[in-house]
Each structure stands twice: as structure tokens, then as C-alpha cells.
């Protein structure tokens, strides 16, 4: 059974920085591409990010390239997401996710966490 859970979510002043973490079982994790997606209230969910099993290649949306890095720990089937510079838009929940489908900034994914909540505000 996938079990993905999420952490690390909280408020935040604008320019500031969070790391939320996401641990993993149920799978393989190793060769599993991993995803980060978030959902603000009201809009589509949107795909933030995703990196390959080995940790070697990651892509990111252009809304958060430069600013995020994700990031994994295959020994501890944990992913991660830096987030730093963060903006009031980037306030939302945030989720990972595997067996995803990217549809352009909007994903379809197989299995997914409960989500952390970011709030970015001053």
C-alpha cells in the first residue's frame, strides 16, 4: 500500500524559506520519479516540480524555477522541496506524488499525500 506523507508546511514571511520533507513506503521508491504538486484554494491543481529515481535529473515548473529545488534520499525513501524566495502566490497545499502525468501546469496522479500547508504572508 503507497503511504506518502508530508511535512515541514507552515507560514512564512514573503522572501522567506521552507523545506518540507516527504516519506515514502509501499514501493520502490529507488526507481520511482517523485513529484511535488500544490493546490491553492479556488485553482488547479499545479505541478511544482519532479525528480528521477537516482536524484540525477529534476525539472520544475517556471514559476518556481530558480527559487525551488527538490531533492531525495533514497536511504531514507524520503523527497524533499526547498523552497526559498517564497511569494504570497506560492501559498497552497503542498503534496507529493507518484505515477504522475504532467497535462501542461496541471498534473494527473496515481497516488498522492494528505498535503502541508504553505502560507506565505506578511
Known amino acids: 500500500q503507497v503511504q506518502l506523507v508530508e511535512s515541514g508546511g507552515g507560514l512564512v514571511q514573503p522572501g522567506g524559506s521552507l523545506r518540507l520533507s516527504c516519506a515514502a513506503s509501499?514501493?520502490?521508491?529507488?526507481?520511482?520519479?517523485m513529484y511535488w504538486v500544490r493546490q491553492a484554494p479556488g485553482k488547479e491543481l499545479e505541478w511544482v516540480s519532479r525528480?528521477?529515481?537516482?536524484?540525477?535529473?529534476?525539472y520544475y515548473a517556471d514559476s518556481v524555477k530558480g527559487r525551488f529545488t527538490i531533492s531525495r534520499d533514497n536511504a531514507k525513501n524520503t523527497v524533499y522541496l526547498q523552497m526559498n524566495s517564497l511569494k504570497s502566490e506560492d501559498t497552497a497545499v503542498y503534496s507529493c506524488?507518484?505515477?504522475?502525468?504532467?497535462?501542461?501546469?496541471?498534473?494527473?496522479?496515481?497516488?498522492w499525500g494528505q498535503g502541508t500547508q504553505v502560507t506565505v504572508s506578511s
Open positions: 506524488a507518484r505515477g504522475c502525468l504532467i497535462l501542461g501546469r496541471t498534473a494527473r496522479c496515481d497516488s
Open positions: 509501499g514501493f520502490t521508491f529507488s526507481v520511482s520519479w
Open positions: 525528480v528521477s529515481g537516482t536524484g540525477g535529473v529534476a
